[in-house]
């Protein structure tokens, strides 16, 4: 016998789960079901793929009996792969495999959304005791000759024996306490099975005791029975056109770990030349790692309905890191590794395939645009991570591109806007900025409100990267209004007496701003505001600068703006008789840095521009 005593971060967990999940406590059977079910999916594969283990005597399923009275007890036996001893205490009494540290920095204190994170990280197995005082774990590795059994009562450690066992696999008894013993219960266990379990793909069994009683109610005879208790057909098996909206919600929720309802499935079934099924869920919320570098897969891999493998990323794209679910293929080998699925002519044909059939159900719920806004509000930044990185399928994910108008309220297609485009306009226009309010307010808007041409709104910092990955849609040059070019669509016929009056505005203007800009120059976008800064046409825009520098480029080249001043705005037309006075120097400064202000650039020295400001206004009193 060996004593050992539990990591401190187990203790730890062990506390959490007990006082915080209370009301989630049948979540217990659930978890122990899964984690069975996981060391049967192992054996099979390895009696299928590994000489070694092709003699070994294999039923696969998942036992369940319990015995009520005083002293009750509920057992949970799988002939599964097993554990050695050193399985036995990595496992279950440290954090090394556990998951342990992970769970615990995400425990949030609400026990809906605890219950939902237990089975995401590997620790499910610690609900037991919620409802037992004490845990028995015998188990014997398949191939090994010994088996052991780990003991703990879940507060002072655990320790570990010698066990009898003979056959391969795990038998868990749970001594139930007087919060557990309603689970020694024919009906209790059979209704959790159905509602967590029952698409388990090994058979699972109750065995329970058949009581007769007599006229009076006494208790006549009482022999024991065993009964199957689950369907033990994989649910991605089953023809779409037999199950309801109701059994996917159910089997979504049994096998993401998520209390929320699905935002919608894709289930299909190629047949012919190349075979799959893939099942596919779109959960209603974005995972918290989904922007994350070390996100989890959420895609298994089956072949044959035998489990493959959990973590690889290569089986969807990585925008498509938000689907969960199952691609079950009969056409790859058992034995397929990492290093071959990547290069796999057949599994590259499914992953083309499985993406057309998500983009296909995204173009339909895509007609609804309350519902797309939805999906979008989540996703939207993973589809543009599309259109940027999915070179095969980018047309198709561009119709699923939506962004804010200066025309409508809700969110815009390219296609809704060049359907609504005016004849003679010849670009589709956008402009990027910080957030909303500063976009609808930018003086770069003017000469397009007063031409009513519609200007998509980009708010988004990674907009600076993909739409020039989209030169054009429709035959139609997207043009961003940021730049000094856009402008060029509408030339108007220039006054030249008025231009040949502010030249020297313009010069002694860029003067003083010296190399803080690129050129000073008339507008002819401007209707309302005096001045505003453009970029040069290959330079990139002040909000890319920024989103360089958060990437830690640091050692960027200084690149300068060019202010564009409007001439027919009083300030300016008054500057002409003001070229002399101290106060010009000032007031051209003042220009520049209001129209950096407008743009979302935060100004070197804030105090500056307030001393020059005040200054400014003190003079005209």
């Not at 739409?467 to 016929?493: C, H, M, Q, T, W």
């Not at 990437?551 to 500057?575: R, V």
Request: contains cysteine.
């Amino acid at each position: 016998m060996s004593q050992h005593s539990f990591q401190t971060e187990v203790n730890q967990l062990l506390n959490l789960i007990i006082h915080s999940l209370y009301s989630h406590k049948e979540i217990f059977l659930r978890e122990l079901i899964s984690n069975a079910s996981d060391a049967l999916d192992k054996l099979r594969y390895l009696t299928l793929t590994k000489k070694d283990y092709k003699s070994l005597s294999f039923e696969p399923k998942i036992s369940l009996e319990f015995f009520d009275g005083d002293n009750p007890t509920l057992t949970i036996t799988d002939s599964g792969i097993g554990m050695s001893k050193k399985e036995l205490e990595d496992n279950l009494g440290t954090i090394a495999r556990s998951g342990t540290k992970s769970f615990l920095n995400k425990m949030s204190g609400d026990s809906k959304k605890d219950a939902q994170l237990i089975g995401q990280f590997g620790v499910g197995f610690y609900s037991s005791f919620m409802v037992a005082d004490k845990v028995d774990v015998a188990s014997k590795k398949a191939g090994n000759k010994e088996a052991w059994k780990w003991s703990s009562d879940g507060r002072s450690g655990f320790e570990i024996t010698k066990d009898v066992k003979k056959d391969n696999g795990t038998v868990i008894t749970l001594y139930l306490n007087d919060e557990g013993k309603e689970f020694a219960n024919r009906w209790q266990i059979e209704n959790l099975v159905k509602k967590y379990s029952d698409h388990i793909d090994f058979p699972i069994f109750l065995t329970y005791p058949d009581i007769e009683y007599d006229k009076e109610g006494k208790e006549k005879s009482r022999e024991s029975k065993t009964d199957q208790i689950n369907d033990a057909k994989a649910f991605w098996t089953r023809s779409p056109n037999e199950l309801k909206k109701k059994d996917y919600r159910e089997f979504y929720k049994s096998f993401s770990n998520d209390m929320d309802d699905p935002f919608d499935w894709v289930h299909y079934r190629a047949e012919g030349n190349l075979e799959y099924t893939i099942l596919f869920f779109i959960p209603n919320k974005a995972a918290p790692d989904i922007y994350r570098a070390d996100y989890q897969s959420g895609v298994k891999l089956y072949v044959n309905r035998v489990f493959i493998t959990d973590d690889d990323k290569e089986l969807l794209p990585t925008w498509l890191r938000f689907v969960k679910g199952i691609i079950d293929s009969s056409d790859l080998p058992l034995n397929v590794s990492r290093e071959i699925l990547q290069q796999n002519r057949i599994m590259s044909n499914i992953r083309s395939n499985s993406v057309k059939k998500v983009i296909d159900k995204l173009k339909i719920v895509a007609k609804d645009k309350d519902k797309y806004a939805q999906f979008y509000e989540h996703y939207g930044r993973l589809i543009k991570e599309g259109v940027y990185q999915d070179f095969e399928h980018k047309d198709n994910l561009t119709e699923l591109l939506r962004y804010n108008s200066t025309k409508d309220e809700g969110l815009v297609s390219f296609k809704e806007y060049v359907d609504r485009m005016k004849d003679d306009q010849k670009s589709i226009y956008y402009i990027t900025g910080r957030n909303q309010i500063s976009l609808r307010n930018s003086p770069l808007l003017e000469m397009y409100e007063k031409m009513d041409i519609e200007v998509l709104l980009l708010d988004d910092e990674i907009d600076e990267i993909i739409i020039p990955s989209v030169p054009k849609y429709d035959e139609k040059e997207l043009k961003s209004i940021n730049r000094s070019g856009a402008a060029d669509d509408f030339s108007e016929e220039k006054d030249k007496d008025k231009e040949k009056s502010l030249k020297p505005v313009l010069k002694k203007i860029k003067n003083i701003l010296g190399e803080r800009v690129k050129d000073v120059k008339l507008s002819n976008r401007l209707s309302e505001s005096p001045s505003c800064i453009v970029a040069d046409e290959h330079d990139p825009t002040a909000q890319m600068q920024e989103l360089m520098r958060s990437m830690g480029q640091t050692d960027l080249p200084e690149i300068k703006p060019i202010l564009e001043l409007n001439p027919n705005h009083k300030i300016i037309i008054s500057l002409k008789d003001k070229t002399k006075q101290k106060s010009f120097n000032d007031i051209a400064l003042l220009l520049y840095e209001q129209a950096l202000i407008q743009e979302g650039v935060k100004l070197d020295n804030p105090a500056e521009f307030t001393e020059r400001l005040n200054k400014v206004i003190v003079e005209t009193l």
